[in-house]
């Protein structure tokens, strides 16, 4: 089942299954190098489905594949020929991020071109790093996909009979007010249920 609101400049996809069953929606962002937050339970399988989504992207051209290889020996690290899936931990500062200019260490951005760069936890990303990144994931032709679990203890979107949501009115507002601040940075939301 598929579920689309829009709020402001955000657009966003609910929809009821497993990150397989968001595969269709996410080749043809993938497509079109739309920035996206995909917000899911722990064990929903993002990362596997962002990687298998790389993996089906068309053959580097031989212009992409000097681009990346230079950049990997920039930073001192061995390109294996495929597309990359970059995923930094969020504490990285915003030149391990960002930087495109030093002559021995490559951002992870400028590592992740023409792949994803995966921003896991994104929600836990200083404010205004996201942004940054997604601003910037045009100019060496990016994906930028974002994943972060519905609440503070990750059950909101779980079976509450089995497993359900602890959280309590305060933690949940606090939440809410850093997702609020977080979803305006991706041009879509994909939450799956």
Same mark, same amino acid.
């Given at each position: 089942?598929?579920?689309?609101?829009?709020?402001?400049?955000?657009?966003?996809?609910?929809?009821?299954?497993?990150?397989?069953?968001?595969?269709?929606?996410?080749?043809?962002?993938?497509?079109?190098?739309?920035?996206?937050?995909?917000?899911?339970?722990?064990?929903?399988?993002?990362?596997? &489905?962002?990687?298998?989504? @790389?993996? #089906?992207?068309? *053959?580097?051209?031989?212009?992409? =594949? %000097?681009?990346? $290889?230079?950049?990997?020996?920039?930073?001192?690290?061995?390109?294996?020929?495929?597309?990359?899936?970059?995923?930094?931990?969020?504490?990285?500062?915003?030149?391990?991020?960002?930087?495109?200019?030093?002559?021995?260490?490559?951002?992870?951005?400028?590592?992740?071109?023409?792949?994803?760069?995966?921003?896991?936890?994104?929600?836990?990303?200083?404010?205004?790093?996201?942004?940054?990144?997604?601003?910037?994931?045009?100019? &060496?032709?990016?994906?930028? @996909?974002? #994943?972060?679990? *519905?609440?503070?203890?990750?059950? =909101? %979107?779980?079976? $509450?009979?089995?497993?359900?949501?602890?959280?309590?009115?305060?933690?949940?507002?606090?939440?809410?007010?850093?997702?609020?601040?977080?979803?305006?940075?991706?041009?879509?939301?994909?939450?799956?249920?």
């Amino acid at each position: 089942m598929l579920n689309i609101t829009s709020v402001a400049s955000s657009v966003t996809l609910t929809v009821v299954g497993s990150g397989r069953d968001a595969l269709p929606y996410l080749r043809n962002l993938a497509e079109a190098r739309a920035s996206v937050l995909i917000v899911a339970s722990p064990g929903a399988g993002v990362a596997t &489905v962002l990687r298998s989504i @790389v993996e #089906a992207m068309p *053959p580097l051209t031989h212009e992409q =594949a %000097y681009e990346l $290889q230079a950049a990997y020996k920039a930073a001192g690290l061995e390109w294996h020929g495929e597309r990359p899936v970059r995923a930094p931990h969020h504490t990285i500062s915003d030149a391990g991020l960002l930087d495109e200019r030093g002559h021995y260490r490559r951002g992870e951005l400028s590592l992740a071109r023409h792949g994803a760069l995966f921003l896991d936890d994104a929600i836990e990303f200083r404010r205004g790093r996201v942004a940054a990144a997604v601003k910037a994931a045009d100019k &060496v032709g990016a994906w930028v @996909v974002g #994943a972060c679990v *519905p609440c503070a203890c990750g059950h =909101a %979107y779980h079976d $509450q009979t089995r497993w359900p949501c602890t959280c309590t009115p305060a933690l949940t507002a606090a939440w809410e007010r850093r997702f609020g601040a977080l979803v305006r940075d991706f041009a879509m939301s994909l939450h799956v249920r």
